[in-house]
């Protein structure tokens, strides 16, 4: 069965700290890994890896994936708190079902 | 503008009540969803339409019923509603179906749905 696990569960750091946060996947095909930022509301999209080695970035957030090890890393470096919030990781298994698989997410709180 | 908008955000209705949720998209994308998230946060996919067709149907109670007049909507109608549907439902739409392409995908707001 294609299955995301995503660790930490859950994070306390403070201002400044720099993260990391895994997604490991087991599926049948693998297409593609995304990420995706939870607040109060609604998912929202930060990356999309297709890759291996090769580093996606948008400010101090950056995203890698490794095929071999069959996992992601989203790091996040100087946080801040508006960065508190839930970590998400899809993969696209290619299985034929059509669907993403997600994570259970990981939570993390930046405390001032 | 919203690319992928849900009416309405909030709904509070007692079980056994019918009731509807809209959601709209307008990035000219072929698929679109239906996830609901419970109170851990966890995803789960209820439907997909690829194209104003039924792709994804997974065991959800047939109490839900999509409808999807055209590519841009998506709609969800609840019958006889039950405390356990309390939770948040998402619209999200993609340029295409999983798999078959990569494709990123885009949540609306969610639909806070709690039975009483």
């Known amino acids: 069965e294609d299955k995301v696990v995503q660790s930490p569960l859950s994070l306390v750091v403070h201002e400044g700290d720099t993260v990391t946060l895994n997604c490991s996947y087991e599926v049948t095909n693998f297409r593609s890994l995304l990420w995706y930022k939870q607040e109060k509301k609604a998912p929202t999209f930060l990356f999309m890896l297709?890759?291996?080695?090769i580093e996606k970035k948008s400010g101090r957030l950056s995203s890698i994936l490794d095929k071999k090890e069959l996992s992601s890393i989203l790091n996040i470096t100087a946080t801040q708190t508006g960065d508190s919030a839930i970590y998400l990781c899809?993969?696209?298994?290619?299985?034929?079902?059509?669907?993403?698989?997600f994570g259970t997410g990981t939570r993390l709180k930046v405390l001032a | 503008d919203t690319a992928v908008s849900q009416t309405p955000k909030y709904l509070v209705t007692q079980m056994g009540n019918d009731k509807s949720i809209k959601c709209e998209q307008n990035?000219?994308?072929?698929?679109m969803y239906w996830y609901k998230q419970d109170s851990k946060k966890f995803l789960k996919i209820m439907f997909s339409y690829n194209n104003k067709e039924l792709i994804i149907n997974e065991t959800v109670p047939n109490r839900f019923s999509p409808k999807s007049p055209d590519k841009a909507h998506l709609n969800l109608h609840i019958n006889s509603l039950e405390l356990g549907d309390s939770a948040v439902y998402f619209c999200?739409?993609?340029?295409?179906?999983?798999?078959?392409?990569?494709?990123?995908?885009?949540f609306g707001p969610g639909t806070r749905l709690t039975v009483t």
């Open positions: 990035l000219g994308h072929d698929t």
């Open positions: 899809a993969v696209d298994p290619t299985s034929g079902t059509y669907k993403y698989i």
């Open positions: 999200a739409s993609s340029g295409g179906l999983a798999g078959m392409g990569n494709y990123e995908q885009y």
């Open positions: 297709t890759s291996s080695g």
